[in-house]
């Protein structure tokens, strides 16, 4: 009697009262054994030689949900490898199952291993119609066998003596698992540029009959995952769980009943690389420090460069001529309103914000304590600088959550005195070439070029993304707040010294010692989301209310801000701060612990363009031009120039 079965980790019920009719019992409780008309399956295990617990601590028995670090000693060129050769023996994870033939004579079985990240993924059905794909399932990071070409394995004949065999092999996780010609260059398979996802992998074992391969029962673009069908890529999860290969007959689809939990985690003391297009080794050499520079050995082991800022030099302002510790020299509000009045227009400094001129002089990798120290450097008298630090990851990814454990600079000194920078970890695309192109803009296309005004042309691929925590001290402009005219134009008796005290107005004087966190998306003016609109709306996320702003229907981003004690985040010995960036939304988290995090901005498909492209991690201390802040109480030409250096520490970075 033919009978047939899907499996999956939900439909197991209803089928186990039939299996025990056909089949001895399983090993394995928790992955019993499975049978078709033909044959019957038990005891999948994809991770036979993997049996790292969650808690990082080595399992005595293959049960329980796995957990791998990403190994960031893997040759550069591969992309990350899951796992890698310095993790398994032999660069793989062995598997295995036990098939049993339940026919009357010897037979073939043909079997092939799926994988897909859970984490950060599309359902494979469409939520309207499960009989149908969902259109963005395609997205998901899946693959199967390193060769994509590879497609089923035919087992050798099997008795049909009433006996379960075992059947092994051995795969890995690795970049571009569709072999997408996207990614290659010069022949070349660039695997890090699709490098694999962080978070949880499940894994799905399917075996059938080698009749059903031959009579394309099971098509060509599911066997082979990197063919195309009707111009599209398919999702086999979706095909197996929910489609055509659901309702096959003599095809079981054994999904493993645990997963593989993948942790990016950079070290910040292995190193900061100096990347040679800013700063040229024929000029500048290539050892700086024993842990930073561009040689080999740096190039291949650190996971943090120097970022090096792009000024922009229509930001040029006038500064006034003064050195200042503004959070220890006790700079009041006094100070800053004789200084803003005092100099005149001849006398003040005109800067834009400045980049290092020398490599590793302002960024510090300590291979001891593990982290990067980072430090605006403090300005000479006539040597005018007002210079912006920062790191940048070199290994890109898509999705994760992105959390940063620091103690950057306070911004604010006891009087309520803004230092002029402005604390910034953000995320940013890792290269804006077509490999690394967003999702289509469908209605009106995204703006082309991160300047160029609402004139600018609009395309339908763009690969430029970002996605934003700037802290700083200005106001919540939503709606459209700003100081009143008469204290933005300074229209103080300059001839009057006891008017140099003029209060802030009152509803800012009682956020002396708040910061505004903004969380901003940029999604480049593209109008697909449904509920995308300029100006000032509400969001609501878990019963919390974020007010998202736009600059009009063409503006770049959209940003929402909360006050926070600036005591708090930069006072403390450390904060964290997390961007959860997901398929179909972003969540921003700040907090003391990482299990005391609490949310502090939100947006989601409905809104904004979620980017889905490779984006890198940025920690850096800025000195803003004001002018991109309106309303902000305190202008940046009227802050003085650093009398020392500003550190900013970073202490672990995780995405999962």
Not at 111 to 126: L, R
Not at 144 to 172: C, L, M, Q, Y
Not at 199 to 225: H, K, M, Q
Not at 466 to 480: A, M, Q, R, S
């Amino acid at each position: 009697m033919m009978m047939r079965q899907l499996f999956s980790t939900y439909l197991l019920v209803p089928w186990m009262i039939l299996a025990s009719l056909m089949v001895s019992c399983s090993r394995n409780p928790e992955n019993p054994s499975i049978a078709s008309g033909e044959f019957a399956v038990r005891d999948f295990n994809p991770m036979v030689n993997w049996k790292t617990d969650p808690d990082g601590k080595e399992s005595s028995v293959a049960v329980g949900n796995r957990l791998l670090f990403l190994d960031y000693l893997a040759p550069r060129t591969t992309g990350f490898l899951i796992p890698s050769s310095n993790q398994t023996q032999d660069g793989l994870f062995h598997m295995e199952f036990y098939l049993m033939n339940t026919g009357d004579e010897p037979q073939k079985f043909a079997y092939k291993i799926f994988y897909q990240n859970e984490s950060y993924k599309f359902p494979e059905a469409d939520p309207a119609d499960t009989l149908k794909e969902h259109p963005f399932a395609w997205e998901n990071f899946y693959g199967s066998w390193e060769n994509a070409g590879k497609t089923f394995v035919i087992t050798e004949a099997i008795p049909a003596d009433g006996e379960f065999h075992k059947v092994t092999d051995a795969f890995r996780i690795v970049g571009n698992p569709r072999d997408e010609q996207r990614y290659y260059e010069n022949g070349q398979n660039d695997r890090w540029k699709r490098n694999p996802r962080t978070g949880e992998y499940s894994f799905l074992l399917v075996v059938t009959l080698p009749a059903l391969i031959d009579s394309n029962a099971i098509p060509p673009w599911i066997r082979d995952i990197s063919l195309m069908h009707d111009s599209a890529f398919l999702n086999p999860y979706f095909f197996f769980l929910y489609g055509n290969g659901s309702r096959l007959p003599n095809t079981l689809v054994n999904r493993y009943p645990h997963t593989l939990k993948v942790i990016a985690k950079p070290d910040p003391g292995a190193g900061i690389y100096i990347n040679p297009w800013y700063y040229p080794a024929d000029k500048y050499g290539r050892s700086f420090t024993s842990n930073c520079g561009n040689n080999d050995a740096i190039y291949q082991k650190a996971a943090f460069e120097q970022f090096v800022h792009y000024i922009d030099p229509t930001t040029k302002y006038g500064n006034i001529p003064i050195i200042a510790d503004v959070l220890n020299d006790g700079y009041s509000l006094r100070d800053y309103n004789w200084n803003q009045r005092f100099y005149r227009k001849e006398e003040l400094v005109a800067i834009t914000a400045s980049t290092s001129k020398h490599p590793c002089e302002t960024v510090i990798s300590d291979p001891v304590q593990h982290e990067i120290v980072i430090k605006n450097p403090a300005t000479k008298f006539g040597e005018w600088e007002k210079q912006n630090v920062g790191v940048i990851t070199r290994h890109g990814f898509t999705y994760g959550k992105w959390t940063v454990k620091a103690k950057l600079t306070e911004l604010l000194n006891k009087k309520g005195l803004w230092n002029g920078l402005t604390n910034a970890i953000w995320l940013i695309t890792q290269d804006q070439s077509p490999w690394n192109y967003r999702r289509d803009c469908n209605k009106s296309g995204y703006f082309a070029h991160y300047y160029g005004g609402d004139q600018d042309e609009r395309v339908k691929n763009i690969g430029y993304s970002e996605i934003d925590f700037e802290i700083l001290k200005t106001v919540e402009y939503c709606p459209n707040y700003i100081l009143p005219p008469a204290y933005n134009q300074g229209l103080v008796d300059q001839y009057n010294v006891n008017n140099w005290d003029v209060p802030l107005p009152e509803e800012v004087e009682a956020m002396k010692d708040k910061i505004l966190v903004a969380c901003t998306n940029w999604d480049m003016a593209c109008n697909d989301p449904v509920n995308y609109h300029g100006g000032c709306n509400p969001i609501v996320y878990n019963d919390q209310v974020f007010w998202q702003h736009k600059w009009g229907e063409t503006y770049r981003a959209i940003t929402s801000k909360m006050p926070e004690s600036d005591d708090e985040l930069f006072g403390s010995p450390y904060y964290y701060f997390q961007i959860d960036w997901q398929p179909e939304r972003i969540i921003w988290r700040i907090g003391p612990e990482i299990d005391q995090l609490r949310v502090v901005g939100y947006v989601d498909n409905t809104v904004t363009s979620i980017p889905n492209n490779q984006m890198l991690l940025i920690i850096s201390q800025e000195f803003h031009n004001t002018r991109w802040w309106v309303g902000s109480m305190f202008d940046q030409a009227s802050i003085p120039f650093p009398k020392n250096d500003i550190i900013g520490e970073i202490y672990e970075v995780t995405i999962e």
